[in-house]
């Protein structure tokens, strides 16, 4: 019995695949995080925004969405944690600048302070305006002193022996490799997390978030392993984060992304 409705509704799922697939091609989708069109560019991507939606994450409503969970430690969180803790206590002797790029409020400070010792750590986030403003006013009011610091123009953002770049890379709005050219100077280490990742050429999708929708980069695999190369940096390590693997709704057919962390040590550091 159990074996025949295991059947019947593996059955129906598949007759309800074109209609979910409609569905998401006019983005219609229920669930935050859902992935739906296939583009060339951010650009082409980000005007296909429905009109009903906002459109990219520099809104101050979207400082609120979601950020219970970010502000907690997930599983995937520990690579960075784990490489993290070895390079702090590597220069415990003095203080260590760390520029959090795409560090929204300060979550992930907030969330490793209590495991990992930052009393030596001046941890600088770059991030759009709304978070920047919002993540100062929280310190400010949670007593947090000037280890915890927010910025809004990368040319102002101070020299970092350390690049946190979690969830960045797919929203960024240029090429990593001209982002880190732009800082002040080249980071002895890059520590990325959540980069998505997939065989064949660059996509483009759209992913909901609370009221908006803003452009999600899937990298060419082969592409950015050589850009990691060209900036000078070799992979230390590298992880498989399973769960954060994802299926554009609108184009099944273009297959899984992956998303992977890494930890990069300049090759001249």
Same mark, same amino acid.
């Given at each position: ?110 969330? $490793?302070?209590?495991? *990992?010792? *930052? ?34 123009? *990368? ?20 090429? &990593? ?5 732009? *800082? ?6 890059? @520590? ?11 996509? $483009? ?7 908006? $929708? $803003? ?8 592409? &950015?392993?050589?850009? @990691? ?41």
């Amino acid at each position: 019995m159990r074996s025949l409705m295991h059947m019947r509704v593996g059955r129906i799922k598949k007759m309800a695949r074109p209609l979910r697939t409609a569905f998401a091609r006019l983005h219609l989708v229920p669930r935050r995080a859902q992935l739906t069109g296939a583009y060339p560019t951010r650009e082409s991507a980000l005007a296909a925004v429905p009109n009903w939606a906002l459109a990219d994450y520099n809104h101050d409503e979207m400082v609120t969405v979601a950020l219970d969970k970010m502000s907690q430690i997930i599983d995937w969180d520990y690579p960075v944690m784990f490489w993290l803790d070895r390079e702090l206590r590597a220069r415990s002797a003095g203080w260590t600048h760390l520029l959090d790029a795409g560090g929204h409020v300060g979550t992930k400070y907030r969330a $490793f302070r209590p495991l *990992l010792d *930052l009393s030596r750590v001046k941890w600088q986030v770059y991030e759009l305006p709304p978070m920047a403003r919002a993540g100062a006013e929280m310190a400010r009011a949670d007593g947090i002193g000037p280890e915890l610091s927010f910025c809004d123009d *990368l040319a102002m953002t101070e020299k970092a022996e350390i690049l946190l770049c979690s969830g960045l890379l797919q929203y960024l709005d240029i090429p &990593f490799p001209d982002f880190v050219a732009r *800082l002040p100077a080249p980071p002895e280490v890059i @520590l990325l997390n959540k980069v998505a990742l997939r065989d064949g050429q660059t996509v $483009f999708t759209l992913q909901r978030g609370g009221p908006a $929708f $803003f452009p999600y980069q899937i990298r060419s695999k082969e592409r &950015f392993l050589s850009e @990691l190369k060209t900036l000078g940096y070799d992979i230390v390590d590298s992880w498989n984060i399973q769960h954060l693997a994802h299926q554009i709704s609108s184009h099944p057919e273009l297959g899984w992304s992956e998303s992977r962390g890494f930890m990069l040590r300049r090759q001249t550091a």
